[in-house]
C-alpha cells in the first residue's frame, strides 16, 4: 500500500494587491509542518505541488527544513492539475454578475465591500463567496472567464489518478490547496458534489490529509490535523 500525504498551503494575503503569496503566519506554518514532517522519520518518495505561489513557497519552506537537518527531500513537480479552483475568476467576474441580477445578492457584496479591512471582513466575504460557490459548482449561471466545476474536478481527479498509476510502495506529498483537498475527500467518501465545498470550507492552512492507496482503491487515513501547530498559529484563510 502507499499514502498519499495531501498538504495545504499557509496561510496567503487574499485582500491584498497581492493575494498569491504567504503571509508571515504562513511562512511561520510551513516551517512548522515542515518540522513535523522531518521529525516523523518517514520516508517521502515523491512531492508534487501546484503552480500557484502559496503552494510552491510552501513546499520550498519543508524543503529547506529538510536540508537544514541533513535529511533528504525529493525535488518536487510543479503541476496545475493541483491548482486551487478558480477563486480569481469567481470573484471578479461571477460575482458581479450575479449582482447586477439579483439584489439580494448585491447587498452582500455591499456589505463585504464595506467591511474591508475591518475585523469582520472574514466573515461578510465568506456569507457573499459561499452563495456564488453553490452556484459556480450547480452550474446555474453562465458566464464565460471562468474555469467550470467539471474542467476543475477532471483535472484533479487526472492528477490523482496520474499518483495512483504508479505502482509500488510510496509515500507522496502533494502541497496544493483546499478546493482540491475537499474534491478528493468528496470522491475517495463517494459523497454529493457539494460535499466538495463543506468540507473545503473547513480545511486549515498547512493541515495534512492522509490517504491509503493501492489495486486500484484509495480511503481516507486522517483529515486537516494540525497537531503541529501552536493554537495562534492556527487559521483557514
Excluded: C
Aim: no cysteine; net charge negative; aromatic share 10%.
Amino acid at each position: 500500500m502507499s499514502t498519499l500525504v495531501l498538504i495545504r498551503h499557509g496561510q496567503a494575503t487574499p485582500f491584498q494587491r497581492e493575494s498569491d503569496k504567504l503571509s508571515s503566519l504562513g511562512e511561520q506554518q510551513a516551517t512548522a509542518v515542515g518540522e513535523y514532517l522531518v521529525s516523523t522519520g518517514e520516508r517521502v518518495d515523491a512531492v508534487f505541488t501546484g503552480t500557484l505561489a502559496r503552494q510552491t513557497a510552501t513546499e520550498a519552506a519543508v524543503a529547506r527544513v529538510f536540508a537544514a537537518h541533513g535529511v533528504d527531500w525529493p525535488s518536487s513537480q510543479a503541476t496545475a492539475g493541483w491548482n486551487e479552483y478558480d477563486a480569481p475568476g469567481v470573484l471578479s467576474v461571477l460575482v458581479p454578475a450575479l449582482a447586477a441580477r439579483d439584489e439580494r445578492f448585491a447587498s452582500l457584496v455591499k456589505e463585504f465591500e464595506e467591511a474591508r479591512g475591518t475585523p469582520q471582513q472574514n466573515r461578510y466575504f465568506q456569507r457573499m463567496f459561499e452563495i456564488a460557490m453553490v452556484l459556480w459548482l450547480d452550474g446555474s449561471v453562465d458566464v464565460e472567464g471562468v474555469e467550470p466545476f467539471h474542467a476543475f474536478e477532471h483535472r484533479v481527479s487526472t492528477s490523482l489518478a496520474a499518483i495512483q498509476g504508479v505502482a509500488g510502495s510510496r509515500r507522496v506529498a502533494v502541497f496544493t490547496s483546499g478546493g482540491p483537498i475537499g474534491l478528493v475527500m468528496q470522491r475517495v467518501l463517494k459523497a454529493p458534489s457539494r460535499t466538495f465545498l463543506d468540507v473545503n470550507w473547513r480545511v486549515r492552512n498547512t493541515s495534512i490529509t492522509e490517504f491509503v492507496y493501492g489495486d486500484g482503491r484509495i480511503s481516507l487515513d486522517s483529515f486537516n490535523s494540525v497537531a503541529h501547530l501552536p493554537v495562534d498559529l492556527r487559521s483557514f484563510r
